[in-house]
């Protein structure tokens, strides 16, 4: 059977050498860590079980008898203690050597070795009790040793026999039936511990094998994501260039051709009929708004391109703002705008102007025969403000309201309602950006209540 702490066999290459298995590599390293990583606490415990021990059997013995068994024990756990510390300061790169595995297996090789040599020279021939506890503390080590040494087990195989195979023998070399049975009982315990040692070892390498795979899997995950991002950062650039060309290279053909049809209209409208007049009046609304549709489009692409950073807004300067850049279409309509205190909120001040100036437009544009009546309020719910604006305009009936938000969506013809479509197509993608959400509570006749979610300002 394949010992379950063995590293991995190297992967082969058809063409040439064995190539190194970094996984193997990476799972003796993890076993090193766990080797040393509880040593100094482990050889305190060790030190004071010896004293115990030393202390218990010179009852018996005398200190001079016990004295030179824990001195012995003593330098060698003060000896691993050094080791530990040396491993600690050794630098990432050497600490993937197996050397250090070695060294460890012979320190608790001289480790096991000194505790086997206290059942001669620490056993009392005369005192059965203290036999037994001495028994009782080799039996104690080997198995507090498990949680230790499991992780590489021919440490913990070579610490276990060579602390009990010296006390069988000791209890055999008595002869007496209750000394025989002792050496038994020992061996046996012996043999129990290096099978669940064995136990230990295998879930130990198993997880370290699950960790190594799961880190491997978030390497994967984050190298993905990593050029993933890289190539939303060149779709970006290329937006950006697609917006300047589209400023200028899309924009100017339709202003020359707007320019001109009205140039055409002011000097020769007299030598031309209704129908040559009307037709010049098409070319000139369509290439308007053929702009506007750019322009539209434009801000709806660059709503993620490069945003400038987020800062607290305060909304009721917005909508002050927003009153004087309306006041024709407010003047004309004779619409009432009712505006409550409302909550900062944390976003870029353009865009979140942007999604008022919609919906304001929007409540002004959809009306009814009387004059539009608009009222803004907004609610602070934990981390998040909700915005909303009601009006009392044409409504939405409740099959269309799914498609409202969507590019380009129009539920009336341009020539009743001008507009290009993209007005709450934007508002929807400004909100996502900001992580929030926008609805809209609508009965069809009886108005429109635009609800939008935004962070709070923090400030």
């Given at each position: 059977m394949t010992a379950p702490n063995a590293a991995p066999a190297t992967k082969t290459d058809t063409a040439g050498p064995p190539i190194a298995d970094h996984q193997a590599q990476q799972?003796?390293?993890?076993q090193i860590r766990l080797l040393y990583q509880n040593t100094h606490l482990a050889q305190v415990v060790t030190l004071m079980n010896g004293a115990l021990l030393a202390v218990i059997q010179s009852t018996a013995l005398g200190y001079h008898a016990v004295i030179p068994w824990f001195t012995l024990l003593s330098m060698v756990s003060l000896s691993r203690i050094a080791l530990a510390v040396a491993y600690e300061r050794?630098?990432?790169?050497?600490?993937?050597?197996?050397?250090?595995?070695?060294?460890?297996?012979?320190?608790?090789?001289?480790?096991?070795?000194?505790?086997?040599?206290?059942?001669?020279?620490?056993?009392t021939p005369d005192s059965f009790v203290h036999q037994i506890f001495l028994a009782f503390v080799l039996s104690g080590m080997i198995a507090g040793a498990i949680g230790i040494m499991a992780a590489w087990y021919p440490a913990f195989a070579l610490f276990s026999v060579l602390t009990a195979l010296p006390t069988v023998l000791r209890f055999a070399m008595v002869g007496e039936g209750m000394h025989v049975a002792m050496a038994w009982l020992i061996f046996l315990f012996m043999a129990t511990m290096l099978v669940v040692a064995h136990r230990v070892n295998r879930a130990i390498v198993e997880s370290l094998q699950l960790r190594f795979e799961n880190q491997k899997l978030i390497n994967e995950l984050e190298r993905r994501v990593s050029e993933r991002t890289r190539e939303l950062s060149r779709a970006n650039e290329e937006l950006d260039k697609f917006a300047?060309?589209?400023?200028?290279?899309?924009?100017?053909?339709?202003?020359?051709?707007?320019?001109?049809?009205?140039?055409?209209?002011?000097?020769?409208?007299?030598?031309?009929?209704?129908?040559?007049?009307?037709?010049?009046?098409?070319?000139?609304?369509?290439?308007h708004r053929m702009r506007k549709l750019i322009d539209d489009l434009l801000a709806y692409a660059r709503v993620d391109a490069k945003t400038p950073p987020a800062v607290d807004i305060d909304c009721n300067i917005i909508v002050s703002e927003l009153r004087n850049d309306l006041k024709a279409a407010i003047e004309e309509s004779g619409a009432v705008i009712d505006c409550e205190p409302l909550h900062p909120v944390h976003g870029n001040p353009g865009q979140i102007k942007q999604v008022f100036s919609n919906l304001l437009a929007n409540a002004i544009k959809f009306?009814?025969?009387?004059?539009?009546?608009?009222?803004?309020?907004?609610?602070?719910?934990g981390d998040r403000c909700i915005i909303s604006v009601q009006d009392n305009g044409i409504g939405i009936p409740e099959k269309y309201r799914s498609r409202i938000f969507d590019m380009y969506e129009r539920l009336h013809s341009s020539t009743r309602y001008p507009g290009t479509g993209m007005g709450l197509a934007l508002c929807k993608k400004i909100t996502g950006v900001?992580?929030?959400?926008?609805?809209?509570?609508?009965?069809?006749?009886?108005?429109?209540?635009?609800?939008f979610s935004l962070p709070a300002a923090r400030g």
């Amino acid at each position: 059977m394949t010992a379950p702490n063995a590293a991995p066999a190297t992967k082969t290459d058809t063409a040439g050498p064995p190539i190194a298995d970094h996984q193997a590599q990476q799972l003796i390293a993890g076993q090193i860590r766990l080797l040393y990583q509880n040593t100094h606490l482990a050889q305190v415990v060790t030190l004071m079980n010896g004293a115990l021990l030393a202390v218990i059997q010179s009852t018996a013995l005398g200190y001079h008898a016990v004295i030179p068994w824990f001195t012995l024990l003593s330098m060698v756990s003060l000896s691993r203690i050094a080791l530990a510390v040396a491993y600690e300061r050794s630098t990432p790169e050497a600490k993937l050597s197996p050397a250090w595995r070695t060294r460890y297996c012979i320190a608790a090789a001289l480790a096991g070795a000194i505790w086997g040599a206290s059942s001669f020279m620490l056993f009392t021939p005369d005192s059965f009790v203290h036999q037994i506890f001495l028994a009782f503390v080799l039996s104690g080590m080997i198995a507090g040793a498990i949680g230790i040494m499991a992780a590489w087990y021919p440490a913990f195989a070579l610490f276990s026999v060579l602390t009990a195979l010296p006390t069988v023998l000791r209890f055999a070399m008595v002869g007496e039936g209750m000394h025989v049975a002792m050496a038994w009982l020992i061996f046996l315990f012996m043999a129990t511990m290096l099978v669940v040692a064995h136990r230990v070892n295998r879930a130990i390498v198993e997880s370290l094998q699950l960790r190594f795979e799961n880190q491997k899997l978030i390497n994967e995950l984050e190298r993905r994501v990593s050029e993933r991002t890289r190539e939303l950062s060149r779709a970006n650039e290329e937006l950006d260039k697609f917006a300047s060309a589209a400023s200028h290279d899309l924009q100017e053909p339709l202003r020359t051709v707007a320019n001109f049809a009205e140039l055409l209209n002011t000097r020769y409208a007299d030598r031309l009929d209704s129908d040559g007049r009307e037709f010049i009046g098409f070319v000139v609304s369509g290439a308007h708004r053929m702009r506007k549709l750019i322009d539209d489009l434009l801000a709806y692409a660059r709503v993620d391109a490069k945003t400038p950073p987020a800062v607290d807004i305060d909304c009721n300067i917005i909508v002050s703002e927003l009153r004087n850049d309306l006041k024709a279409a407010i003047e004309e309509s004779g619409a009432v705008i009712d505006c409550e205190p409302l909550h900062p909120v944390h976003g870029n001040p353009g865009q979140i102007k942007q999604v008022f100036s919609n919906l304001l437009a929007n409540a002004i544009k959809f009306r009814r025969d009387e004059p539009p009546h608009i009222r803004i309020r907004s609610v602070r719910e934990g981390d998040r403000c909700i915005i909303s604006v009601q009006d009392n305009g044409i409504g939405i009936p409740e099959k269309y309201r799914s498609r409202i938000f969507d590019m380009y969506e129009r539920l009336h013809s341009s020539t009743r309602y001008p507009g290009t479509g993209m007005g709450l197509a934007l508002c929807k993608k400004i909100t996502g950006v900001h992580h929030g959400t926008i609805w809209v509570d609508s009965a069809e006749g009886h108005g429109s209540t635009f609800h939008f979610s935004l962070p709070a300002a923090r400030g």
